[in-house]
């Protein structure tokens, strides 16, 4: 794991990459990479690389980057991990052609296999990453970012050239780079948590959309290739027993956790106690000659909205007899790490997840851990969320033959009772404007609530513009692909496309890169992605249990009772809080930020407080918090 930052100056300009400005580029990420540093810039100062480097796969010296192939004129920068790199590296010294100059390091992997097969090589990778790859013979700058975008890849083209990074506050120590909130992506911002890709929260700055590759030549022109969609990799799986399917499904999670093992230092397992964690644990267990290191994270004292589950943690661990390790949080945890938050998150992932997050890789961290593994991405390919329940159940309501009429006057009658705010308006009207019911795993206001939030003028200026307008595209491709057009496999299928990559992921790079930890995420393996959407819809909701065909696959590795148990998720007494220091803390800093801005209603924002709407005011401090380090 490594932060890269790079230019790309176009033939037009006369501008020059100099080593200070893209030292300090690559420097401002010293947590993505503390063990060594790197910089290759052209005898023409038409392109730069910079490197970040954080050892995990071959430590020597020679595997440092940037990294060229034999005759120079291939240049790479890369972020994340090539779990197959032994595989493909074999491939190449059989055909030959090829000198290598390091013992076994997957970065020279991918610079002889660019050599050898192009821009198809990506094709081999089983693994997450973010490439910046220079084509000298060619003249061509690659940005690729890994199939689900569990890695980020920021860019900003400007003044005759295109700057980019892992972290957006590489870019801003451009001084040319423009500082102004997107305001498009802030409307956005407020329905999804975060900003869908290829938008950013900083006006002129995009960032990379999962399986993605952009090709930039120096004369400016620029193309943009979705080259994996999992639709186009999926064998329907409809002839299968669920015992087929639970066994492959098994075997196919036993290899992604076994490759991500792949690492000369220390790897471990966040463990909450849950299905995925507790599975991850046991498979990792399995072959190790120690025990696995697993980290867990509660609160001190009781909360109605969060009951700690760290006994089901220690019970997983005495499982498979693992070196346990968990800590204990409280508000003040909290209130301490929120400047820290803001300033790694670079734009809003408006989750308070990040703050547990950050905290159990710190925790890994001074305990030994180098590398972890997390259990994203589960419950989004096989059905595990209570509120997915809900929302499949509304659906199929939805598309059951009632005239858009009756709709309408449905809506009609919340208006005159005055519930025109609440998500069942909301849902009630995507269905009677053809729409579907689920916009994503994590909604924070509807359409109607933003129009109370927003100042006047941004009411005025997206008068027309719903969040739809974000998500159109993904369905789009979601109804000329997918194999079976279910609403569970639309859930599933916007979740990889906008939640996961964007916010969920992002949590996890952030917050984990802050302690200068790798995660990586077996659940979120492509080929196991595949095969998870390879399964009939009516599979996984057999008998309406949530999970259900992934329990089935994981009952006898880990305790029924842990399989069995309800689910309650990583979470924050966030609720609580709000009623002492943290509003007082928030109220503070939002009525000051409305004071000084012209983004939102100061009484919208003062009702929403009043009403005690924890988590949604949450969504605006992190925003406030943000531009105040960011933007003022």
Aim: with cysteine.
């Amino acid at each position: 794991m490594c932060g890269i930052v790079g230019t790309l100056v176009f033939e037009q300009s006369s501008f020059r990459v100099q080593a200070d400005g893209l030292t300090q580029m690559r420097d401002v990420m010293v947590h993505r990479g503390p063990d060594g540093a790197g910089l290759w810039i052209s005898e023409d100062g038409k392109i730069g690389l910079g490197h970040r480097r954080l050892s995990i796969i071959d430590l020597s010296t020679a595997a440092t980057q940037p990294m060229g192939n034999e005759d120079g004129a291939i240049q790479l920068v890369f972020n994340g991990e090539i779990y197959n790199h032994a595989e493909i590296r074999a491939e190449l010294e059989q055909l030959g052609g090829h000198r290598w100059q390091t013992d076994h390091s997957d970065t020279e992997v991918i610079v002889h296999a660019f050599e050898e097969w192009g821009i198809d090589c990506i094709d081999k990778f089983r693994g997450m990453f973010a490439i910046a790859l220079w084509d000298n013979r060619n003249r061509e700058l690659w940005l690729i970012r890994d199939r689900v975008g569990i890695k980020p890849l920021y860019y900003s083209i400007h003044h005759g050239r295109i700057t980019f990074a892992s972290e957006i506050k590489a870019l801003l120590q451009d001084p040319d780079q423009h500082r102004a909130v997107n305001e498009e992506a802030f409307y956005h911002y407020l329905s999804f948590l975060t900003t869908p890709a290829p938008h950013t929260l900083f006006d002129g700055i995009k960032k990379l959309p999962g399986g993605t590759w952009l090709r930039i030549r120096e004369d400016g022109e620029i193309k943009e290739h979705r080259y994996w969609d999992v639709w186009e990799h999926t064998e329907p799986l409809t002839q299968a027993s669920d015992a087929e399917i639970a066994e492959q499904l098994l075997a196919e999670l036993r290899t992604a956790v076994q490759l991500r093992k792949v690492s000369d230092v220390p790897v471990g397992v966040f463990l909450s106690g849950g299905i995925d964690s507790s599975a991850n644990a046991a498979l990792f267990s399995e072959g190790n000659g120690k025990p696995v290191k697993t980290f867990s994270i509660g609160y001190e004292g009781e909360y109605q909205s969060y009951q700690n589950e760290l006994h089901y943690a220690k019970q997983m661990a005495d499982t498979v007899g693992a070196d346990y390790h968990e800590k204990l949080l409280n508000i003040d945890d909290l209130l301490d790490f929120l400047p820290q938050m803001v300033r790694l998150q670079d734009e809003p992932i408006a989750d308070p997840v990040c703050v547990p997050v950050y905290y159990v890789s710190k925790l890994a961290r001074e305990n030994g851990a180098v590398v972890c593994q997390v259990g994203e991405g589960s419950d989004e390919l096989f059905w595990g969320y209570s509120t997915w329940k809900t929302a499949l159940q509304l659906q199929q309501y939805d598309n059951l033959p009632i005239p858009r009429s009756l709709k309408h006057l449905g809506l009609a009658g919340l208006r005159w009772l005055g519930k025109d705010q609440d998500f069942r308006y909301e849902k009630l009207r995507r269905g009677a404007v053809g729409q579907p019911i689920f916009w994503g795993g994590a909604e924070a206001f509807t359409e109607q609530q933003k129009q109370l939030l927003l100042s006047s003028r941004l009411r005025s200026k997206y008068n027309h513009l719903t969040s739809w307008d974000a998500l159109q595209p993904i369905y789009q491709r979601f109804e000329e692909k997918a194999w079976e057009k279910s609403p569970l496999n639309w859930m599933s299928y916007i979740d990889l496309n906008l939640r996961l990559p964007e916010l969920l992921l992002m949590r996890v790079d952030k917050m984990s890169m802050g302690v200068s930890l790798e995660g990586r995420v077996p659940f979120l393996d492509h080929k196991f992605i595949e095969l998870a959407m390879s399964i009939p819809s009516a599979v996984k909701t057999r008998d309406g249990t949530l999970k259900h065909i992934l329990k089935k696959s994981v009952r006898g590795l880990i305790p029924d009772e842990l399989i069995d148990r309800k689910k309650q998720g990583f979470g924050v007494p966030v609720y609580e809080w709000f009623f002492g220091r943290l509003g007082d803390r928030t109220r503070e800093e939002l009525t000051t930020f409305c004071e000084t801005t012209d983004f939102l209603d100061p009484a919208g924002v003062s009702s929403l407080m009043d009403q005690g709407c924890g988590p949604q005011v949450w969504y605006l401090l992190n925003f406030a918090l943000w531009w105040r380090e960011y933007i003022q």
